[in-house]
T-cell receptor
Framework: GAGVSQSPRYKVAKRGQDVALRCDPI?????LFWYQQALGQGPEFLTY????????KSGLPSDRFFAERPEGSVSTLKIQRTQQEDSAVYLC?????????FGSGTRLTVV | GQQLNQSPQSMFIQEGEDVSMNCTSS?????WLWYKQEPGEGPVLLIA?????ELTSNGRLTAQFGITRKDSFLNISASIPSDVGIYFC??????????FGTGTSLTVIP
């Protein structure tokens, strides 16, 4: 596609519920990143894929967070047993020579 | 992670005024990017800078990669209402990961 597409745009989860956030990167882009953006803050790195390989997951805040990109295109960020502190916008970006192109994000609210 | 400090934190200016904001770090960066984010949207790339001292323009926007490689500046000339948003700097040391600043919120008063 022309841009990075994320779904859903908004997700409300009850505390303890599992959620899955989807990212469709720009077609042909090898590198894909997930960032977490808390209210009033800049995006913070979560994890990075090159094709299907997860090369860096150092930013994942806990073992409740898991990301995959099994066929090197679409990626899913899964959060298990959501907590209130997980409430944030989750941004996906694909990367080319010029920098990141971001999706519009998924706003997760844990109640 | 790396700390990127942006200032000012927020700005309220009259339409037509020029705007200056900066981003500083204690670390040396190899690439600087400037992004603009509007409510409910992801950040959109404005300008990319790749070497120390580089000065790059994109319309009314001009950004500079500081000589020390620890800072970058963004200027907006003759501001208009649609310039409203949050401006983020992002720096890259090595690899593909970028570190983002805390943002400068710009409000333009018509």
């Amino acid at each position: 596609g022309a841009g990075v597409s994320q779904s859903p745009r908004y997700k409300v989860a009850k505390r303890g519920q599992d959620v899955a956030l989807r990212c469709d990167p720009i077609s042909g882009h090898v590198s894909l990143f997930w960032y977490q953006q808390a209210l009033g803050q800049g995006p913070e790195f979560l994890t990075y894929f090159q094709n299907e390989a997860q090369l860096d997951k150092s930013g994942l805040p806990s073992d409740r967070f898991f990301a995959e990109r099994p066929e090197g295109s679409v990626s899913t960020l899964k959060i298990q047993r959501t907590q209130q502190e997980d409430s944030a916008v989750y941004l996906c970006a694909s990367y080319d020579l010029y920098g990141y192109t971001f999706g519009s994000g998924t706003r997760l609210t844990v109640v | 992670g790396q700390q990127l400090n942006q200032s000012p934190q927020s700005m309220f200016i009259q339409e037509g005024e020029d705007v200056s904001m900066n981003c500083t770090s204690s670390s040396i960066f190899n690439t600087w990017l400037w992004y603009k984010q509007e409510p409910g949207e992801g950040p959109v790339l404005l300008i990319a800078l790749y070497k120390a001292g580089e000065l790059t323009s994109n319309g009314r926007l001009t950004a500079q990669f500081g000589i020390t490689r620890k800072d970058s500046f963004l200027n907006i000339s003759a501001s208009i209402p649609s310039d409203v948003g949050i401006y983020f700097c992002a720096g890259q040391i090595t690899g593909n990961q970028f570190y983002f600043g805390t943002g400068t919120s710009l409000t333009v008063i018509p």
